[in-house]
T-cell receptor, first 112, second 113 residues
Framework: NAGVTQTPKFQVLKTGQSMTLQCAQD?????MSWYRQDPGMGLRLIHY???????DQGEVPNGYNVSRSTTEDFPLRLLSAAPSQTSVYFC???????????FGPGTRLTVT | AQSVTQLGSHVSVSEGALVLLRCNYS??????LFWYVQYPNQGLQLLLK??????LVKGINGFEAEFKKSETSFHLTKPSAHMSDAAEYFC???????????FGKGTMLLVSP
């Protein structure tokens, strides 16, 4: 059981570039979420999904897209990267039976 | 909407002293509450959770927290701090649909010898 995996671990982008942050879980969890962590701000919810084919926006969705075609994968797309998107991104998942969220190791993104 | 307030962005204690990290929440539904710990350059690890069972919750590494509905609080305590407890701690409350979490801004715990 690998749990929640995220790739890449580190990424540097130039303003305007696009990229996809990958998130996968092998626990058959229905719920998956993306958070961003910034100093002094805690973690803020970007998008989440309650099952394959169902996504919704969180607190800070602008500039990000998601889709959920399978239970296992929940990629986060940056359409046109901006310096304000420099952050650490965490993916999380949980089963519908437990309220504990399992977090991935994070992706540290720098936009120059 | 749910919200979490963590009092004190930094808390300093001496090794062996009591650790008290404060968390107050607001929620429009019966809350589920969590404490997570983050060591430098690592992900988040669940310390403990309250999901409407016992109000005093025991977690890993000797930490515990008490849910007090009248005070809308869920403070984290540990009787005796260890150097290895130095980390950032986050309190979180479940959202109305219980599918995601709202986090506080975090408290950095510093432990001195």
């Amino acid at each position: 059981n690998a749990g929640v995996t995220q790739t890449p671990k580190f990424q540097v982008l130039k303003t305007g570039q696009s990229m996809t942050l990958q998130c996968a879980q092998d626990m058959n969890h229905e719920y998956m979420s993306w958070y961003r962590q910034d100093p002094g701000m805690g973690l803020r919810l970007i998008h989440y999904s309650v099952g394959a084919g169902i996504t919704d926006q969180g607190e800070v969705p602008n500039g990000y897209n998601v889709s959920r075609s399978t239970t296992e994968d929940f990629p986060l797309r940056l359409l046109s990267a901006a310096p304000s998107q420099t952050s650490v991104y965490f993916c999380a998942s949980r089963t519908g039976l437990s309220y504990e969220q399992y977090f991935g190791p994070g992706t540290r993104l720098t936009v120059t | 909407a749910q919200s979490v307030t963590q009092l004190g962005s930094h808390v300093s204690v001496s090794e062996g002293a009591l650790v008290l990290l404060r968390c107050n929440y607001s929620s429009s539904v019966p809350p589920y509450l969590f404490w997570y710990v983050q060591y430098p350059n690592q992900g988040l690890q669940l310390l403990l959770k309250y999901t409407s069972a016992a109000t005093l919750v025991k977690g890993i590494n000797g930490f515990e927290a008490e849910f007090k509905k009248s005070e809308t609080s869920f403070h984290l305590t540990k009787p005796s701090a260890h150097m290895s407890d130095a980390a950032e701690y986050f309190c979180a409350v479940s959202d109305q649909g219980y599918s995601t979490l709202t986090f506080g801004k975090g408290t950095m715990l510093l432990v001195s010898p």
